[in-house]
């Protein structure tokens, strides 16, 4: 067996590799849309598995046809890496569709009457090309927003450096045009390198886009373990993780922090009144507004119960109690209907303030914001307190 097909051989033998290790996470796979993203990925590996055997068989078999499916599948299983990395959790890929167009057109346009072997490398070279930049698009239409890990960056580098290599090689086509792969001695430095690349690059992909799925479902399984699954602000224990590592960031000289203990008035008569979907609901008014009122570098969390906490970053003298008051009366202008009845939402509001990384205890300023909410309810409720103060019991009715 000569080494070009020993090569092969090897590469399928990679490829199948890599195929049953993406059947096995397609399998144990989490979300539906990662799962996708799998599927598409074997696909591919699959369709460009099927591709090299084929180019063995000579050219003159069914008039050229198995070459053409050949170069076809070659290209369409490119297109369908590219795809499957471009689709985001949230993806069903009908916008990256176009991807496997130049595969769909390649094998027709060789099989044109009247073209030669010269015109049906140009051809395959230009349609690889065309794949790939429109893979790339997709990449940076379709995933712009997203914070992409270090082994999608990889993968995407691959695919830029395939792009290269198309190019030189349709380059050195235009240049000294071939009437096919020369597979001897005299083959050519550029097809050399096209060669290799395009037998080594899905392999290394692969393993970089299993990497990166598994670095994926990693970030949400700690963005789970980290939310409160009612309101999807952060949970008790994240959120003061967060607030210390936000604390110690020394700010500016003239700005504080400042902790916010939140709580809903009057939460548990409503519980038992209208029952917990309602209070579920009215949870939910008080964390839209919380994220609602969020600027950067602000945390928001759920303490527990009908308790809410926000971090105030970076505020000047006096801007925490007036963010406070917006809170509370954006929250008071959003009753929960219940029934054509409106139940009132209120919350009662204390704060502690620090300067960062100076003056910053976290045991201390939660006491402190917890007693100034103490003073909030004891005021009334439907208040904000940012500092001790001697208050009254409101007079019963």
């Not at 369908?80 to 009908?94: N, Q």
């Not at 909410?373 to 208050?391: F, P, T």
Request: hydrophobic share 50%; aromatic share 6%.
């Amino acid at each position: 067996m000569d080494p070009w097909r020993i090569t092969f051989l090897a590469l399928f033998v990679l490829l199948c590799g890599a195929l049953a290790t993406l059947v096995w996470l397609v399998r144990h796979g989490g979300r539906t849309g990662e799962r996708r993203g799998l599927r598409e990925w074997g696909i591919g590996l699959v369709m460009q598995a099927a591709a090299w055997p084929l180019f063995a068989v000579p050219p003159t078999v069914l008039g050229g046809g198995v070459q053409a499916l050949a170069c076809g599948l070659l290209v369409a299983g490119h297109a369908a890496l590219l795809r499957a990395l471009a689709r985001g959790p949230r993806d069903s890929g009908g916008a990256t569709w176009p991807v496997y167009l130049p595969a769909l057109v390649l094998p027709l346009a060789m099989l044109w009457p009247g073209t030669d072997a010269r015109q049906h490398i140009a051809m395959f070279w230009a349609a690889a090309l065309l794949s790939l930049l429109l893979g790339l698009w997709a990449l940076g239409r379709d995933r712009r927003r997203e914070r992409r890990n270090g082994a999608e960056r990889v993968v995407i580098g691959i695919y830029v450096g395939a792009g290269v290599v198309c190019v030189l090689r349709l380059l050195e086509q235009w240049q000294q045009p071939q009437s096919g792969p020369a597979f001897d001695a005299g083959i050519t430095p550029a097809q050399q390198l096209a060669l290799a690349y395009f037998l080594l690059a899905p392999v290394f992909a692969t393993f970089a886009f299993v990497l990166a799925q598994l670095e994926r479902q990693q970030r949400l399984l700690e963005g789970l373990a980290a939310a409160d699954p009612l309101t999807g602000l952060d949970n008790r224990r994240a959120f003061f993780e967060r607030v210390a590592r936000q604390l110690a960031i020394a700010p500016r000289e003239d700005t504080l922090a400042a902790l916010l203990m939140i709580d809903v008035d009057g939460f548990k008569p409503v519980n038992d009144r209208h029952g917990h979907a309602v209070g579920d609901r009215v949870l939910g008014v008080v964390a839209g507004a919380l994220r609602a009122a969020l600027q950067r570098g602000d945390l928001a969390g759920r303490f527990g119960g009908d308790e809410f906490c926000l971090l105030l970053a970076d505020v000047s003298p006096g801007e925490a109690g007036r963010r406070a008051e917006r809170l509370r009366a954006a929250v008071a202008a959003q009753p929960v209907r219940v029934d054509g009845i409106e139940v009132p939402v209120t919350l009662s509001i204390g704060i502690a303030h620090a300067r960062p990384g100076r003056d910053a205890d976290l045991d201390a300023l939660l006491a402190i914001a917890d007693r100034r909410l103490y003073l909030a309810k004891r005021a009334g409720r439907d208040q904000v307190i940012d500092r001790d103060v001697e208050v009254e019991l409101p007079a019963r009715a």
